[in-house]
């Protein structure tokens, strides 16, 4: 059972657009975490959001999460052939394990 | 500081042999956690070691071991290896454990298995 839904699963866009990521679950979670990962590489944290409604903005990078604290939402304005790479987004709950959602794989064509 | 540590970071091995992973969390982090990444599957939680025990557990067959030392450097062994075990396994570290806290991740170690 995924509990984290993330959506889209794939996008390619163009240079200097600007795009979401929707990071979704009927799971109440304490924090949400998003990174990026490159190939071949390990992912890197980018944002840990904690409160319901909390909005952190790096760069270009807009980070969201819900007021009930089930969702969250990563915008990224005027894309560059950088951000190219895999999204992901992880809840905590509790004690609990991480848990991860399946990740976006964001191409940014120039 | 220096980040997460992981080694080797490719490895080739054939079904049947076991493979022993390490990971060196970042000084001062008493919790290393464990996944598998795969395209298919993406990623998925093997466990978590926390002062030398096991805290958490993911739904892998036992095969999949892992330990800690007490200087919290962790290694994972897989016995027995499938085809399907072929992934990237990823190791993070955390100040007191991967739930609530930033977890941050090695680079890898990429296994393939023929």
């Known amino acids: 059972t995924q509990l984290l839904e993330q959506s889209p699963q794939f996008l390619s866009i163009q240079e200097g657009e600007n795009l979401t990521v929707y990071c979704n679950s009927s799971s109440v979670f304490s924090s949400l975490q998003w990174y990026r990962q490159e190939p071949g590489e390990g992912p890197v944290l980018l944002v840990t959001?904690?409160?319901?409604?909390e909005v952190k903005k790096l760069k270009r990078l807009t980070f969201q999460f819900g007021d009930a604290r089930k969702d969250s939402s990563l915008h990224i304005t005027a894309a560059q052939p950088g951000d190219t790479g895999l999204y992901l987004c992880a809840g905590a709950k509790g004690a609990q394990k991480l848990v991860f959602g399946q990740g976006t794989r964001l191409t940014i064509n120039p | 500081k220096a980040g997460v540590t992981q080694t080797p970071r490719y490895l080739i091995k054939t079904r049947g042999q076991q493979v022993t992973l390490s990971c060196s969390p970042i000084?001062?982090?008493?919790?290393v956690s464990w996944y598998q990444q795969t395209p298919g599957q993406g990623l998925q939680f093997l466990f978590e070691?926390?002062?030398?025990?096991?805290?958490n557990k993911g739904n892998f067959p036992g095969r999949f071991s892992g330990r800690q030392f007490s200087n919290s450097r962790s290694e994972m062994n897989v016995s027995t290896l499938e085809l399907g075990d072929s992934a990237l396994y990823l190791c993070?570290?955390?100040?007191?454990?991967?739930?609530?806290?930033?977890?941050?991740f090695g680079e890898g170690s990429w296994l393939t298995v023929v």
């Open positions: 993070a570290s955390s100040l007191i454990g991967s739930s609530g806290n930033t977890i941050y």
């Open positions: 959001v904690v409160t319901g409604g």
């Open positions: 000084s001062g982090h008493r919790s």
């Open positions: 070691y926390f002062s030398e025990t096991q805290r």
